[in-house]
């Protein structure tokens, strides 16, 4: 029954800021990585950034020093700042998260619904 809610996104002007938010809901374990992915038309999904269960961060270069990624510690959310917004952020955006359900050595990826980040010229 783990589910993971977005909120957020929406239509923003260049140079302007949103903030995504991902809830983990049901009963888990723990979470591993979390993380936010795009897909834009014509592109395949990419990485934008991922934080692991230690709070280690990675970006991906188009988006280092705009975005920031942040998660709490009970595993419950992860977020994601986006400042100084591109057109070519525009993007339908997913949040991720490899989750064990239960104690032992076996996760399983569970998906955002996926929310749209327009960013107008």
């Known amino acids: 029954q783990v589910q993971l809610v977005q909120s957020g996104g929406g239509l923003v002007p260049a140079g302007g800021s949103l903030t995504l938010s991902c809830v983990v809901s049901?009963?888990?374990?723990?979470?591993?990585?979390m993380a936010w992915y795009r897909q834009a038309p014509g592109k395949k999904r990419e990485l934008v950034a991922a934080?692991?269960?230690?709070?280690?961060?990675k970006y991906a270069e188009s988006v280092k020093g705009r975005f920031t990624i942040s998660r709490d510690n009970a595993d419950n959310w992860v977020s994601l700042q986006m400042n100084g917004l591109k057109p070519e952020d525009t993007a339908v955006y997913f949040c991720?998260?490899?989750?064990?359900?239960?104690?032992?050595?076996?996760?399983?990826?569970?998906w955002g619904q996926g929310t749209q980040v327009t960013v107008s010229s």
């Open positions: 049901g009963r888990f374990f723990r979470t591993n990585q």
């Open positions: 934080i692991g269960h230690d709070h280690n961060t």
């Open positions: 991720n998260a490899d989750i064990q359900v239960l104690e032992g050595p076996f996760s399983s990826a569970y």
